[in-house]
């Protein structure tokens, strides 16, 4: 991938939103051959990258672009796989319910129904959903670890196997412009019950599941001191801890709370 046909191409693309725009101009040379000389790359662990414009970076087409490879890697499937759907949930990392969006608008115009969590939700309350809800896959829109300058694109159920990276690579690179990449509006999608909407009730459901594997009765003086990284297990860790029958139980965290893009740090 020559860099500069890439960014040329981007930095033509009247449409790009106005926060990508302003970050065109404003790049150095090096920025420039950083952000466009390739792909961002895609495994069994998914995909994960600073946010920014280019190929190389985390952005709505980047998005666009893997999810389509995942609708083609379902819709080679057969028809059941398509009806099954895709869950998908995000964490509280800038741009995280954007991007779960903009990958359900994508599934849409595969005609590939998506449920989105109202809300953010840890990784394992995903993989409950995708069972639960008999769904083909799930996506996790998350940067795990990484600085809030980052984030991340992962396909579950469990961690995907690399026949299927494979497969979603190989529709990945089928697609020559993901700047073209045509996405469904929500309203439409909604109307066609392409989109559903999640939360409490199977909150409930994933609870009760993580009670239903309890072995042994807490101690009752045991104090526990929990730390949910950027936030999105506090919800469900707390309670689950609490319906244990666990009463001492201390929340010590500096979250990055993000929604669309605009970030800050709290205790």
């Keep these: 991938m020559t860099w500069k046909i890439e960014w040329t191409k981007w930095n033509n693309h009247s449409a790009l939103p106005s926060d990508l725009q302003k970050q065109m101009t404003n790049m150095t040379k090096y920025e420039r051959e950083e952000a466009f000389y390739k792909q961002l790359e895609f495994g069994t662990g998914g995909m994960r990258g600073e946010l920014g414009r280019g190929p190389n970076r985390m952005n709505i087409y980047t998005v666009r672009k893997v999810t389509a490879g995942l609708a083609g890697y379902i819709k080679e499937n057969g028809v059941e796989a398509k009806k099954r759907g895709v869950v998908i949930a995000y964490d509280s990392c800038c741009k995280s319910a954007e991007f779960a969006l903009e990958a359900a608008k994508m599934l849409g115009a595969h005609g590939i129904k998506s449920y989105i969590f109202q809300e953010l ?63 469904k509006d929500e309203r439409e999608l909604l109307s066609r019950n392409l989109v559903s909407y999640i939360g409490e009730n199977l909150d409930q459901m994933y609870l009760d599941y993580v009670k239903g594997l309890q072995l042994n009765k807490p101690a009752t003086n045991l104090h526990i001191v929990y730390t949910p990284l950027h936030g999105t297990g506090q919800t469900l860790v707390t309670q689950a801890l609490q319906n244990a029958g666990f009463q001492h139980i201390t929340i010590e965290y500096k979250i990055c709370l993000i929604d669309r893009g605009e970030s800050f740090m709290g205790s």
């Design 121 to 183: 939700r840890p990784t394992p309350e995903l993989s409950f959903a995708v069972r639960y809800l008999r769904a083909y896959a799930g996506i996790m829109i998350t940067a795990s670890h990484n600085p809030p300058e980052y984030n991340g694109y992962k396909v579950y159920g469990a961690q995907l196997p690399p026949a299927a990276a494979d497969a979603i690579i190989k529709h990945m690179n089928k697609v020559e412009n993901e700047l073209l990449l045509k996405v």
